[in-house]
Every structure is written in structure tokens, then in C-alpha cells.
T-cell receptor
Framework: DAKTTQPNSMESNEEEPVHLPCNHS???????IHWYRQLPSQGPEYVIH???SNVNNRMASLAIAEDRKSSTLILHRATLRDAAVYYC???????????FGKGTRLSVIA | GAGVSQSPRYKVAKRGQDVALRCDPI?????LFWYQQALGQGPEFLTY????????KSGLPSDRFFAERPEGSVSTLKIQRTQQEDSAVYLC???????????FGPGTRLTVT
């Protein structure tokens, strides 16, 4: 049970922002929200994580709803290289097993 | 620096054969995880080590699956008497204590014919 809900697929034009939604309505107070992505024929790679506050790093931004029941991964300018499956995962830390769902397959159109 | 490496990258086995899949984690990473990814699905947890101790093997699908990490570094996932349903990509990940990020290898694609 992934315990998160994401759209199966999304499409974006190159160089436009992308907002990838995730619902985690049963999240506990101590669960972090992690995002990983998996490019074709590669293992997943970490994107970002957060607990309550919005977070930014060089790859993306994470906007977390005030009630923590949903979050949005924001890619500010999609590139062709961002085409991947994006997984939203709720969990404790990097030292516990990650529970993946099916993720959102993002297609980027040139 | 060097990331997580896995070998072989591809393995074809005939049904009934035994296979061994190797994972070299990032040096110094205490935690090591194995995941199985079927086609079109997200990875699913198999087992987890902290140093040489196997702390959780609840995800191993049957007693044909066995994992070890005898010296707390390299790990081997062994599948005995392979079946067609074992065909999948096997992913290894490692992490540091207290780190919120797992670093994944490229995976081993196992095809059982």
C-alpha cells in the first residue's frame, strides 16, 4: 500500500513549469514526503523531501499543503531530460524502506 | 564519486537455475536495501541491511530468495530455482545513518525463460 495517490501520467511543453500533484490524506505527523524520479533504464534518483514547510533545491520545489494531506512537486522549467516517472513517497527517513506506488509518468514535448 | 554499482546489468536464466546478483554500495554507507521492480510498476521492497545485520526481510516473496552482506559492504541477492515470475529489475540502494536520501544503483534486469 503506497498510501499516496498520483495521476498516472502528465504532459508538459519544454521550458514550461510543471506541477506534479500527490495526495497523502492519511499521512502521520512524523512522516516526511519524499519525491524520487526514475529516468528510463535507470534506478530511481532522489529529488527532494519535506515535512511541513515548502522546500527548494537545485532540481525542484516542493509545496506542502497546510494540512499536509497533499503536496506538489514543481519543476520550474521542464527540459527533455526531465521526462521520467515521478514517485511521491511518504515515510520516515532514508534509513527505512521506501514504499513506491506507480508514480506519474511525465512526458516533455519539445 | 562512485555511486552504487550492480552486476551483472542483465541476466538471462533458464527456469530452475540459481542466480546471484551483486550490489556494491557507496563506500561508508551503512544501510543497504534491495527492491524488485516488475515491468510498469514501482519498485517493491525486498530486504534491508544495516551493516551486516539483516534487519528486515519481510518483502522477500519466497524462501527461494536469500540475501547476505557478510562484511557489511557488498551484498548478494540469490534466487534459487528461478521461476518466470521472478523476471524483473532488481534494484539496490544504500544510505548513510540519518540521511533522508537513498542512492540507487542502475539495477539488474533478470529474465527467466
Amino acid at each position: 500500500d503506497a498510501k499516496t495517490t498520483q495521476p498516472n501520467s502528465m504532459e508538459s511543453n519544454e521550458e514550461e513549469p510543471v506541477h506534479l500533484p500527490c495526495n497523502h490524506s492519511t499521512i502521520s505527523g512524523t512522516d516526511y514526503i519524499h519525491w524520487y524520479r526514475q529516468l528510463p533504464s535507470q534506478g530511481p534518483e532522489y529529488v527532494i523531501h519535506g515535512l511541513t514547510s515548502n522546500v527548494n533545491n537545485r532540481m525542484a520545489s516542493l509545496a506542502i499543503a497546510e494540512d499536509r494531506k497533499s503536496s506538489t512537486l514543481i519543476l520550474h522549467r521542464a527540459t527533455l531530460r526531465d521526462a521520467a516517472v515521478y514517485y511521491c513517497i511518504r515515510g520516515d527517513s532514508g534509513n527505512t524502506p521506501l514504499v513506491f506506488g506507480k508514480g506519474t509518468r511525465l512526458s516533455v514535448i519539445a | 564519486g562512485a555511486g552504487v554499482s550492480q552486476s551483472p546489468r542483465y541476466k538471462v536464466a533458464k527456469r530452475g537455475q540459481d542466480v546471484a546478483l551483486r550490489c556494491d554500495p557507496i563506500s561508508g554507507h551503512v544501510s543497504l536495501f534491495w527492491y524488485q521492480q516488475a515491468l510498469g510498476q514501482g519498485p517493491e521492497f525486498l530486504t534491508y541491511f544495516q551493516n551486516e545485520a539483516q534487519l528486515d526481510k519481510s518483502g522477500l516473496p519466497s524462501d527461494r530468495f536469500f540475501a547476505e552482506r557478510p562484511e557489511g559492504s557488498v551484498s548478494t541477492l540469490k534466487i534459487q530455482r528461478t521461476q518466470q515470475e521472478d523476471s524483473a529489475v532488481y534494484l539496490c540502494a544504500s544510505s548513510l545513518p540519518g540521511d533522508r536520501e537513498q542512492y540507487f544503483g542502475p539495477g539488474t534486469r533478470l529474465t527467466v525463460t
